[in-house]
């Protein structure tokens, strides 16, 4: 839709023979290839936009409907293109929730809009990587300093950009503390959200140990090379630990063995150096 968009929009008389393209031509059977370029005339790209508008439901000069899908459903047949996903605005939350929502039994979670959490009402973000991990967050043996905190669920997908979305503009006096795996991926996590002041890892034993993978370390290589050329501050002790021992140790498992967890913070440098790379 977008490509359609830019050639209408450019008044393009070619364009490269792309998969993007490929596929445009095959649906709408419009278009002259030629050796790499695929081109078009004046009359070809307005039957293309009429095509276009009876098979998406908008004018594709105009470009993708913006807001979110019951916003965008209004004009386009596919109401699913919308930019703005049902979970962008929201985030899944339990702990200490902030005035005016209400306190919960330590079981249960709540789906909140962005717009319904009172900033000046939170005092700590707790961000937890794995959802049954976040189910069972009181059975974990914590650090007492986080018994206030607001615990969010990391999430996947729309959840995800949703708990970055807050992170990007919770205040800056409000701490953070990331508790991910013990491995590349969730350190790897934990140094590139928006905000992360502490990081939650688990007191190692030899027990515990015994139970990590070091498959599941081998496999995250590319995270392992990101977090070598990283500044970690003080989370650098944290990565000298997983490489020297070579495993990934899950939250399940930290939890199954009653594993202490305890905080360890991110130090001033690293965040200011983190900032400054994030924008």
Same mark, same amino acid.
């Given at each position: 839709m977008q490509a359609v968009h830019r050639l209408?929009?450019?008044?393009?008389?070619?364009? $490269?023979?792309?998969g993007v393209w490929e596929e445009v031509r095959r649906t709408f059977e419009i278009g002259e290839p030629r050796g790499r370029t695929l081109h078009f005339s004046a009359e070809q790209r307005q039957l293309l936009r009429e095509q276009c508008r009876l098979a998406w439901g908008f004018d594709p000069?105009? @470009?993708? $409907?913006? @807001?979110?899908?019951?916003?965008? +459903?209004a004009s386009a047949i596919n109401e699913k293109i919308a930019r703005d996903r049902p979970d962008d605005r929201h985030v899944l939350v339990k702990g200490r929730l902030p005035e005016p929502l209400p306190s919960l039994a330590f079981e249960l979670s709540l789906r909140v809009p962005l717009s319904g959490l009172n900033a000046d009402a939170i005092g700590q973000v707790l961000v937890i990587e794995n959802l049954d991990s976040f189910d069972d967050w009181y059975a974990f043996r914590t650090p007492a300093e986080l018994a206030d905190a607001l615990v969010l669920y990391r999430g996947h997908g729309g959840l995800a950009r949703g708990t970055r979305n807050l992170l990007a503009v919770l205040p800056e006096n409000i701490p953070v503390t990331v508790f991910p795996d013990w491995d590349p991926a969730g350190l790897l996590i934990a140094r590139t959200l928006p905000r992360a002041d502490a990081l939650?890892? $688990?007191?190692?034993n030899e027990t515990l140990l015994a139970k990590g993978s070091p498959e599941h370390f081998a496999g995250q290589h590319r995270e392992a090379r990101h977090l070598d050329s990283a500044e970690l501050g003080g989370w650098? +002790?944290?990565?000298?630990a997983m490489k020297a021992a070579r495993i990934s140790l899950k939250q399940q498992h930290m939890l199954a063995l009653g594993a202490a967890l305890r905080r360890v913070s991110l130090g001033d440098r690293a965040k200011t150096l983190q900032r400054r790379e994030r924008r």
């Open positions: 209408l929009r450019e008044r393009l008389d070619k364009v $490269p023979r792309s000069l105009d @470009g993708v $409907p913006q @807001g979110n899908r019951r916003e965008v +459903a939650l890892v $688990p007191v190692l650098q +002790a944290v990565w000298d």
